[in-house]
């Protein structure tokens, strides 16, 4: 266990309903991450919160929501999805927000879109 | 931007036969080269890591080198065993503050009795 936990580990949604996918650390970091992993693909970094506050976003549609109510929990709520978002969705931490501290990976979401 | 480049993408090898993957990244100033490993229905996982300043660290069976010139960085599994089998991803920085790393795109190392 590497102390990040996400749930659910499997989710099979419609491309007209709304679901929520939620990680929590239990490393006292300070900083969290979403990444998309889809196959033959790098990992692609959607979004990063530094103590609470989205500090990036690379160009995640809008369909993709985040929510940082407080350093240890880490949400995405996704809406109107399309077939292509389906992938593996993982969160990360790092107790600080610097590329140079080791990242901690939950074990992920793996989520299809029909 | 940073863009991190590597290869193979697959590599199947015999149980103690060693096994290598490169890296390539084209910031110049990038400074942190760690390694994932994610085994089948996990996230990925550190199992070393190598900063500018040297050029070589190992542990164990893991060696990692580096090439600041060349601009390229390497992974060497040495005595292979079946439980190595995984997917293993480089990644770098990028010369900005607070942005997270740039990985490559994975190689799937197969590892066989």
């Known amino acids: 266990e590497t102390g990040v936990t996400q749930t659910p580990r499997h989710l099979v949604m419609g491309m007209t309903n709304k679901k929520s996918l939620k990680c929590e650390q239990h490393l006292g970091h300070n900083a969290m991450y979403w990444y998309k992993q889809s196959a033959k693909k790098p990992l692609e970094l959607m979004f990063v919160y530094n103590f609470k506050e989205q500090t990036e976003n690379n160009s995640v549609p809008s369909r993709f929501s985040p929510e940082c109510p407080n350093s240890s929990h880490l949400f995405l709520h996704l809406h109107t999805l399309q077939p292509e978002d389906s992938a593996l969705y993982l969160c990360a931490s790092s107790l600080e927000l610097e590329s140079s501290y080791e990242q901690y990976f939950g074990p992920g979401t793996r989520l299809t879109v029909t | ?113």
């Open chain 2, 1 to 113: 931007g940073e863009n991190v480049e590597q290869h193979p993408s697959t590599l199947s090898v015999q149980e103690g036969d060693s096994a290598v993957i490169k890296c390539t990244y084209s910031d110049s100033a990038s400074n942190y080269f760690p390694w994932y490993k994610q085994e089948l229905g996990k996230g990925p996982q550190l199992i070393i890591d190598i900063r500018s300043n040297v050029g070589e660290k190992k542990d164990q069976r893991i060696a990692v080198t580096l090439n600041k010139t060349a601009k390229h960085f390497s992974l060497h599994i040495t005595e292979t065993q079946p439980e190595d089998s995984a997917v293993y991803f480089c990644a770098a920085t990028p010369n900005q503050a607070g942005t997270a790393l740039i990985f490559g795109k994975g190689t799937t190392l197969s590892v066989s009795s």
